[in-house]
């Protein structure tokens, strides 16, 4: 099998390639960064956005859309432009990287494409508003495209609540605002890029060949439970 990542140098993404490239799959890696370790093929690339995604040939069987955001603010001093950004890079980049590669995944015959969205789309939290306005808007996007492409490509999404990646490292700076956020987890605990791709791993997989236009949460019961 070859699967595609955007977003590829993300934590997440490489924890992912690892666990289909042990079970012999072909991973190739796309970034806007020039870092391709733990990867079959590597492209480089200015934006998520239509025109600058590289030509690739032949079947690919499934799809990952990492690039994310995690900008706080109170609504009043969000701007337009963040609003916008949050936008540009969660949803309009997935559906670019989709149509780009929509040639390619037709040729697989049972392809998957899943994205990346947040325990904040659908659990109203303050200081989220941009972000889980774009992440909403994924996973509409989500269902949609996976009832628009059924039954030959899947399409779901994942939601992670707070996970320890990199992108998150400015709210997790210091043990105790780790401990801190932890204990808001009813499983008091942050996720782990490896959870998260785990569950990517499957969702790709013929495991999974009965799921389509869901949303998983991977958010330690956040999402779900209030105790």
């Given at each position: ?5 955007a ?5 997440i993404?490489t ?11 072909r ?7 020039e870092?391709?370790q ?17 030509a690739?040939?032949g079947?690919?069987?499934g ?13 009043a001093?969000?701007?337009?432009q963040?609003?916008?950004h ?13 149509q ?7 040729k697989?015959?049972?392809?998957s ?6 325990v904040?789309?659908?659990?109203g939290?303050?200081?989220h508003?941009s972000?889980a306005?774009?992440?909403a ?6 269902r ?6 059924a039954p030959?490509?899947r ?6 609540s707070?996970?320890?990646?990199p ?10 605002k ?31 060949s009965w799921i ?8 330690g ?7």
């Amino acid at each position: 099998m070859t699967y595609l990542f955007a977003g590829a140098s993300s934590l997440i993404a490489t924890e992912t390639a690892q666990i289909l490239r042990k079970e012999g799959n072909r991973v190739i890696g796309i970034s806007r960064k020039e870092n391709g370790q733990g990867y079959d093929t590597w492209h480089t690339v200015a934006q998520y956005e239509a025109g600058m995604f590289p030509a690739i040939e032949g079947p690919i069987d499934g799809l990952v859309y990492f690039p994310g955001t995690i900008q706080l603010k109170a609504f009043a001093r969000t701007t337009p432009q963040d609003f916008l950004h949050d936008f540009q890079v969660n949803v309009l980049g997935a559906a670019a990287f989709t149509q780009a590669y929509l040639s390619n995944l037709k040729k697989s015959g049972a392809g998957s494409v899943v994205f990346i969205s947040s325990v904040a789309a659908q659990s109203g939290m303050p200081f989220h508003t941009s972000i889980a306005m774009a992440k909403a808007a994924l996973e509409g996007f989500t269902r949609s495209l996976a009832a628009e492409l059924a039954p030959g490509i899947r399409v779901n999404a994942v939601a992670p609540s707070l996970t320890g990646t990199p992108l998150s490292e400015h709210l997790t700076a210091t043990p105790e605002k780790t401990a801190l956020l932890a204990q808001r987890n009813p499983m008091k605990k942050i996720g782990s890029a490896q959870e998260i791709a785990e569950v990517i791993a499957f969702l790709l997989s013929a495991k999974s060949s009965w799921i389509t236009g869901q949303v998983i949460s991977v958010d330690g019961g956040m999402g779900a439970l209030k105790l």
